[in-house]
């Protein structure tokens, strides 16, 4: 049986019923996924996923845009209990990686413990009864803990260009790529020079079945960093030795792992060590463009590192193409069907590909939840600050806990282990609460500002502080709030184990099994 609580009487008498789970994930991709794993291999069967896409996957299904692909080796971009020996690549493409999240649910048989195509919209405390509200497209639930697993890839940002709405021909955002726009022997603008641009550009302008486009032009407001992708296609044998030799694939992966760990130094600790790295990505672009002129337009002019390093072996030999220009003068506005520069310069297109990022700092998810004081999450970090106390929880949220939330990003290796890190999180908070018999856990103010001082303090001897750049790493009030400035060691030590003494804890009474206004009713 699940409870079904009864919600206020509408103005016609009625009353609206709410079914009960213990445990509400919000998303489905990597932490979503994995949150519901780890609850069924605890045992715990009373949890309900809510996805908005209509199946699994989250980033990894809605970004399927030509040459997608990760910048993370593959045998690091997966589960640690579910190593995947059948990778091509050692770059997976997008296809991969949605088709193993696919294949990772199919075998926990976690499809049926989701409801797809439904948005949650709004998430309300309500202290009277110490649960979730939370309100969706399909229906309308009551939960003890809600588990926020949004990425922070998952809201597509798009520019503010005054007369966009007008474009007469094809626009699209790179996180919502229209396939049946054909854009062989177009003129195409890609507006961006992000980790998406650089994937989409060379894909579009040389495919390899001759069907490129006629034209590129690529708007560029800052210049990147590249380093070459060591990339390459795994023999049969290699990978017949990860599925038949044991122990090996965790060897790799433990390998790439400590490898990548070691960028860390550079990044978080040692800023200077990451000259040498950075003359690598000097040579990658003389290797590939004669044009000084270009070659000035694509070199950055702050430090590698302070934003995010990207990888590729064909941006810059994309950009020397006789039919790809770089404007690096701005767009003034959208006219008809020309891009007018702020040098007046009108330049005719017939498509416009938007790779503009993600609302990451104020993503429109943490309007909709609503703490135990009435203001949003959005509000709370709209008026203090983008914060939570080990990117998991924020004071006067209780009962919520966030998988990669504020301060748990990473500019050097995997978010699954940032991920499968909360994962424990999450299950010694849930164990912790049954076996204290605790009604609500909030993490306490100053814990949490306490530990975000601390947090901000490291931040300053880092490359994203000292690199002289400004980026999306940064929230309002010129905080990084969204990279975790330690070795990612540190954080699987500090998630470990729910500390309850920096909770505020109330306990369950004896008379709290059956709430007001809630009865059983059979499902």
């Given amino acids: 049986m699940t409870r079904t609580a009864r919600r206020p009487a509408r103005a016609d008498g009625t009353a609206a019923r709410r079914r009960h789970v213990q445990v509400l994930i919000i998303g489905s991709g990597f932490a979503g996924l994995g949150a519901a794993i780890r609850l069924t291999q ?18 990894w299904r809605d970004n399927t845009y030509p040459g997608a692909a990760c910048d993370v080796p593959s045998h690091l971009y997966s589960y640690s209990f579910e190593l995947n020996p059948e990778w091509s690549r050692s770059f997976s493409p997008q296809a991969e990686i949605q088709d193993y999240l ?9 499809t049926r413990k989701h409801l797809f195509d439904t948005e949650v919209t709004q998430a309300r405390w309500d202290a009277a009864t110490n649960r979730w509200l939370v309100d969706t497209t399909s229906g309308d639930f009551t939960a003890d803990v809600v ?37 062989a022997g177009k003129r195409v603008a890609l507006i961006g020079t992000g980790a998406s ?14 069907r490129g486009v006629a034209h590129l032009d690529v708007y560029q407001r800052t210049a990147p960093w590249v380093m070459p992708r060591h990339d390459r296609a795994y023999p049969r044998l290699e990978s017949l030795a990860y599925k038949r030799v044991p122990g090996l694939q965790r060897l790799a992966r433990e390998a790439i792992y400590w490898g990548r760990e070691f ?41 590698l590192g302070c934003k995010r390093i990207l990888i590729s072996n064909t941006w810059y030999p994309m950009l020397a193409r006789d039919n790809v220009d770089l404007v690096t003068d701005g767009i003034a506005e959208i006219r008809g069907n020309a891009i007018v520069g702020n040098d007046g310069t009108e330049r005719e297109v017939d498509a416009i590909v938007v790779a503009t990022g993600f609302h990451v700092t104020d993503s429109p998810t943490y309007q909709r939840i609503i703490g135990a004081d009435g203001r949003s999450m959005a509000q709370v970090f ?14 006067g949220f209780p009962n919520l806990l966030m998988i990669v939330g504020p301060n748990t990003g990473l500019g050097h290796t995997s978010m699954v282990y940032m991920i499968e890190s909360h994962l424990n999180y999450l299950s010694s908070a849930l164990e912790a609460k049954d076996r204290r018999e605790m009604e609500t856990f909030d993490v306490k103010r100053d814990v949490q500002h306490a530990f975000n001082a601390d947090l901000q303090q490291r931040m300053k001897q880092t ?9 999306w790493y940064l929230d309002k009030h010129g905080n990084n709030t969204t990279l975790w400035p330690r070795f990612t060691f540190a954080f699987r030590r500090q998630t470990r184990h729910f500390d309850v003494a920096d909770y505020a804890v109330t306990t369950a009474s004896p008379d709290t099994t059956t709430r007001p206004n809630e009865e059983h009713a059979l499902s």
């Fill in 382 to 395: 709209d008026d203090e600050g983008m914060q939570a106390y080990k990117g998991a929880s924020v004071a």
């Fill in 197 to 210: 641009a650089i994937q989409i550009g060379p894909a579009i302008t040389d495919p390899g079945d001759g």
């Fill in 42 to 59: 605890d045992g715990r069967g009373d949890f309900l996923v809510i996805e908005r896409g209509s199946e699994v996957g989250g980033t």
């Fill in 263 to 303: 960028y860390m130094v550079g990044f978080g600790y040692r800023p200077g060590l990451l000259g040498g790295v950075q003359k690598i990505a000097e040579r990658n672009i003389t290797k590939a463009i004669d044009d000084p002129q270009l070659r000035a337009a694509v070199t950055p002019n702050w430090r």
């Fill in 463 to 471: 490359i994203w502080t000292t690199g002289g750049c400004s980026s």
């Fill in 147 to 183: 588990v926020s697993a949004v990425g922070a890839l998952a809201e597509p940002q798009l520019p503010e260009i005054p007369g966009i709405e007008t474009f007469t021909g094809e626009l699209f955002h790179s996180a919502q790529w229209n396939h049946d726009a054909d854009l």
């Fill in 102 to 110: 696919r294949k990772v649910a199919a075998k926990y048989d976690l």
